[in-house]
């Protein structure tokens, strides 16, 4: 029995909050704080004030503030489902009030679009003496595929030696150009240099300059497209046989087309412009007139699939495995009224933070997902609504 503070008020933690809610037996109180507190008042609403017991403001960029509203809730566990600038400062807090922290994508700073664990990996040693625990990318992808690579690792091969995530989103919202999750974010990650990890080191590649047209299970074949993303640079360090790691995501032309085009009009920068007196960030502009990703839930057709690669040797022999789970954004909408890909990343962070809170993955410092056994999270996948399965592969990926 533990009470859980919540941080943001987005379309995932609408999923977070909802999944919890569902586990009173593990949360027994749930509190939320963002930004906004119309927002919050409204995923109370959704999900119950006999569950969501208590809504604050915060404004999680300023360390003391939260540190403030932690000493007033008195949660076991703070669940960081607001932005990843707002990573560090809640680590702070949690630091300074003794709490447990989860998140689910690595700390950038604002002014850099610069994805890596460095900056949260640098917290380990003082978690760790104050007998404190961070779990790092508790989503689906960092997360689950973090997790499946562990899993693979474990039940299927000796030694693990080829990885290649990937991330296919086979749905249809309707609209012209949206983002999935956080516009501002999900546009810095995709627009950065692709970047791979192959016989010890990163080699880089142009922005979504490299395809390769995968076969998704109930999906069909769909354009992917080599990226940089944060689980391969835990992944490469605590799987250290691995000769390759790769991340693929699906794109359509239409959307390729509208983020060029903003590109090349400047509208994707991340640095200040002024305008009519004063200074603004022309993506964060954009992101206040693109679909809320939350508002994409109602009519949402299709499916994604994520999942992960492995190949490796077992036995003496190689082989290929892809474990991956299929998510339909209707059903989600009928049952929590998000859409799939909020979806895959609340369920996870609700696991991971239920793991935590009994004790089957409490270990004071800072992990990412694959640094604890697999197997009881993978059985909850199945329970909470991400079933996944296990294919052997003819040939190696790709192939
Ligand atoms: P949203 O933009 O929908 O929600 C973010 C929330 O954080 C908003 O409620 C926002 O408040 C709040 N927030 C922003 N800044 C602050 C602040 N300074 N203080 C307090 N609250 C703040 O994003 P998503 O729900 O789509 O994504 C949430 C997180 O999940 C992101 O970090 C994203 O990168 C991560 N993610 C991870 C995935 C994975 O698989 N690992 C996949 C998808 C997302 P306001 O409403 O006022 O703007």
């Given amino acids: 029995m533990s009470k859980v503070l919540v941080i943001g008020a987005g379309g995932v933690s609408s999923v977070v909050v909802q999944k919890c809610a569902m586990l009173p037996q593990v949360f027994s109180e749930i509190h939320l704080a963002s930004r906004t507190l119309a927002k919050c008042e409204a995923l109370q609403e959704e999900a119950g004030k006999d569950r969501v017991v208590g809504v604050y403001q915060v404004d999680a960029d300023d360390a003391a503030k939260v540190a403030d509203l932690i000493r007033q809730v008195q949660p076991s566990l703070v669940i960081n489902v607001a932005l990843p600038y707002q990573d560090l400062p809640i680590m702070d807090a949690c630091l300074e009030t003794g709490v447990h922290y989860l998140d689910t994508a690595n700390y950038e700073p604002k002014d850099e679009a610069k994805f890596e664990y460095s900056w949260q990996w640098a917290y380990q040693e003082r978690f760790k003496e104050k007998g404190l625990m961070a779990l790092l990318g508790a989503g689906f992808d960092p997360g689950v595929t973090n997790v499946f690579t562990a899993y693979a690792a474990k039940h299927y091969f000796d030694e693990v030696q080829y990885l290649d995530i990937v991330d296919c989103n086979g749905g249809d919202h ?15 990650e995709i627009t950065q240099r692709g970047k791979f990890w192959e016989n010890g080191e990163w080699h880089e590649t142009d922005p979504i300059s490299v395809r390769k047209d995968l076969d998704y299970p109930n999906v069909g074949v769909r354009p992917s497209y080599l990226l940089f993303h944060e689980e391969l640079e835990s992944l490469v360090k605590h799987f250290p046989t691995l000769k390759r790691a790769r991340f693929w995501m699906t794109f359509g032309d239409e959307y390729l087309t509208h983020l060029r085009v903003l590109e090349n009009v400047g509208m994707t920068s991340i640095h200040p412009v002024q305008f009519q007196g004063q200074d603004i960030v022309p993506l964060e502009f954009l992101k206040a007139v693109l679909p809320n990703p939350g508002s994409l839930a109602e009519g949402y057709t299709g499916k994604t699939c994520i999942g992960t690669y492995v190949t490796g040797i077992k036995d003496g022999q190689q082989k290929t495995i892809f474990i991956y789970n299929n998510c339909d954004h209707a059903e989600t909408n009928k049952e929590v009224g998000a859409q ?35 197997d009881e999270f993978m059985n909850r996948l199945n329970q909470h609504g991400l079933p996944w399965h296990v294919t052997e592969c003819d040939k190696p990926f790709g192939a």
């Fill in 174 to 188: 309707g609209q012209a150009f949206a983002t999935n999750f956080n516009p501002e974010i999900n546009i810095r």
């Fill in 340 to 374: 799939a890909v909020s979806y895959t990343t609340g369920v996870p962070a609700m696991i991971g933070a239920a793991m935590m809170l009994e004790g089957h993955w409490m270990k004071p410092g800072v992990w990412n997902m694959e640094q604890f056994d697999p």
